[in-house]
């Protein structure tokens, strides 16, 4: 059986802003399971699954290829109860809103489960009540993602993981030495670590991984999509099966962007990746206030959960999935940087889409959110 569970990411993305309006955490002591939570059980799946692979849709052949697929780039701890024991100290840290300056925040404030661990605001508060310049991102089968952040700065989960902690708008933290000598207080975390990497002793370099382990761990790969690839998508509706059928088409060019079975950028390895970051530029505006990358580029996304985690690119500009539809069908700016598959001869294109086709894609767009990621109690917070 065809498992979608190493799917590449895009996109992902990861911004870190965070806003704790909706979710207290790190209130207390954290209650962990007395057996641990198996956070490797998905390798039995990537071992099982073969690249490339094509599925039949109506008179449609679609190809699923290796896209943008980077293996276990960012998988960096060895598999087992080793592996395990950090996740779940990478659990704990991720709920823990002592980890930022006045206790205020901690990565989950925005980063929320039931929402593929995305926010749902456009721009999210900081410790200090700052707002962040840009918008909150899903976390999307990381593992999987050659560079992260809306400008694609960073290439790897443990580079990504403090950057947040340390940054004077989102979390407040002065320096790493504060963070240990701050988490060190707490009773809870010895125990942790030494389950992790055998010393008591609380690091940066575990921080750093520990985070790592447990982000690299969540997954997105049960949707109806992925059920679908199994049966021909005979559980589509009508609707959604013209969405899919519009998706892949050259009229829109969608998985041209959004890549392979992640949907996600295809330009996460090779030459390209390594000038662009797998970003580009969408024609968003003319002339932009934020460059990205460089000159209006921006992270293309995967688009694995996408219905949740509106708003939607790297401001939250559109509320919807309809608006970002609009935009690609006769919103997109004559940038002179604009992607190459978005205009003819320097002018943005136009996909004359109807109203029908614009609900078909959101329909369709919409088949792509898990299941059990929003759900799993070991994803979840800890601090009760």
Known sequence: ???????????????????????????????LPSIQYEYDDFLSDIESFELPFEVNFGDQ?????????????HLTSSFGDRHNAEATLGRVLFYDNRMSKNNSIACASCHRQNLAFSDDVAVSSGFGGKLTTRNSSSIVNPMFGATFFWDGRSRSLEDLALRPVFDHVEMGMDSERDLVDKLSQEN???????????????????????????VSSMFSGDSKFDEGIENDFAQ?????????????????????????INFASPTASGNEYQQTSG??????????????????????????????????????????LREVVEHYNEGVQPHTDLDHKLSINGSPIRMNLTELDKDALVAFMSTLTSKSLLVDEKYSNPFK
């Open 1 to 31: 059986m065809k498992k979608l569970l190493i799917l590449p990411i895009l996109g992902l993305l990861l911004v870190y802003a965070c806003n704790d309006a909706d979710i207290q955490v790190g209130e207390h002591t954290p209650v």
């Open 188 to 214: 809870y975390y010895g125990g942790l670590f030494q389950d992790a990497y055998g010393s008591p002793t609380v690091t940066g370099d575990g921080i750093r991984s520990a985070l790592a382990a447990f």
């Open 236 to 260: 589509y509706s009508q609707l959604e099966r013209h969405g899919m059928a519009l998706f892949f088409s050259e009229q829109t060019q969608c998985a041209s962007c959004h890549s392979g």
């Open 279 to 320: 970003t580009t530029n969408i024609g968003l505006d003319v002339v932009y206030d934020d460059p990205g990358f460089s000159d209006g580029k921006f992270k293309i996304p995967s688009l694995r959960n996408v219905s949740l985690t509106a708003p939607y690119m790297h401001d939250g500009r559109f509320e919807t």
């Open 61 to 73: 052949t679609i190809l699923f290829d290796d896209i943008g697929f980077v293996g276990d780039a």
